[in-house]
């Protein structure tokens, strides 16, 4: 089976800098910046191209800023969407 190539999205002006989503990549394709965003927070951001789409990170950002891809012969669509966080939550998965 080929091996599944994935991207992340972070919405890195938003990030809190907890790193949680570093400590829960299986691939350490992330890494926080050295550069603070405009709330004084250092930011998640990928660093390696060796993500497989696994949305490990954006299912514990607590912020629900990252937004998972993954590649495939078909059009590039998110397979990892989460929102409202500060009211009722919505999780989109495509885990096929
Ligand atoms: S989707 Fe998985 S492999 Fe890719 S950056 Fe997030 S936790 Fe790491
Ligand atoms: S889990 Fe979210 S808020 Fe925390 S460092 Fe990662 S992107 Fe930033």
Do not use: F, W
């Amino acid at each position: 089976m080929a091996k599944i190539r994935g991207h992340v999205s972070i919405k890195i002006e938003n990030c809190k800098g907890c790193e949680l989503c570093i400590e829960e990549c299986p691939q350490h394709s992330l890494e926080m910046s050295l550069k603070i965003n405009q709330n004084g927070y250092h930011y998640a951001v990928l660093v390696e191209d060796n993500c497989t789409g696994c949305i490990n990170c954006a299912l514990v950002c607590p912020e629900a800023i990252i937004t998972v891809y993954r590649e495939s012969k078909k059009k590039k669509e998110p397979v990892a969407v989460i929102s409202n966080v500060t009211e009722n939550i919505k999780i989109s998965l495509d885990i096929n």
